[in-house]
């Protein structure tokens, strides 16, 4: 993927990223930015949508749907790799970036681990409903 590229792709960083991630990924061209500390939840969807950046967290609470669903949220990347593995972390997130054209993000809730990543659509409000008498929902 080109510079031009990861410009193409705006990111929103939750207080709970470690700051050399986000240092290393603005390095690499990255357009990553981060809201003060003390804003909620709701408060961080909020500028992920308005704003079209894609959340950057380690918080469990943005994977859930009805909590956080696409009328909300703009795409979430939920990192599963332990704060202590900075190295793994870096490497995984911008392979990430390089292999997936910017425009799949979007609307999805991007799990990344440290050998792989799952993607989900992020549901809306008329799916989750419509999915309620399902005991098992498969995402694509």
Same mark, same amino acid.
């Given at each position: 993927?080109?510079?031009?590229?990861?410009?193409?792709?705006?990111?929103?960083?939750?207080?709970?990223?470690?700051?050399?991630?986000?240092?290393?990924?603005?390095?690499?061209?990255?357009?990553?930015? $981060?809201?003060?500390?003390?804003?909620?939840?709701?408060?961080?969807?909020e500028?992920?949508?308005?704003?079209?950046?894609?959340?950057?967290?380690?918080?469990?609470?943005?994977?859930?749907?009805? $909590?956080?669903?696409?009328?909300?949220?703009? $795409?979430?990347?939920?990192?599963?790799?332990?704060?202590?593995?900075?190295?793994?972390?870096?490497?995984?997130?911008?392979?990430l970036l390089?292999?997936?054209?910017?425009?799949?993000?979007?609307?999805?809730?991007?799990?990344?681990?440290?050998?792989?990543?799952e993607?989900?659509?992020?549901? $809306?409000?008329?799916?989750?409903?419509?999915?309620?008498?399902?005991?098992?929902?498969?995402?694509?």
């Open positions: 993927m080109s510079n031009s590229a990861f410009h193409s792709i705006k990111f929103l960083s939750d207080e709970n990223i470690d700051a050399r991630l986000v240092k290393s990924l603005k390095k690499q061209g990255v357009d990553i930015i $981060s809201k003060p500390k003390e804003l909620s939840n709701d408060k961080l969807a500028f992920s949508k308005s704003e079209q950046r894609v959340l950057v967290t380690n918080d469990a609470d943005f994977a859930d749907f009805w $909590s956080y669903p696409k009328e909300k949220i703009f $795409s979430v990347f939920w990192l599963r790799i332990p704060q202590d593995k900075l190295e793994l972390s870096i490497k995984s997130f911008s392979k390089k292999e997936h054209p910017p425009n799949k993000f979007e609307g999805n809730l991007i799990t990344l681990f440290e050998e792989r990543f993607m989900q659509h992020i549901l $809306s409000k008329s799916e989750l409903k419509l999915s309620k008498g399902f005991k098992a929902i498969t995402l694509v």
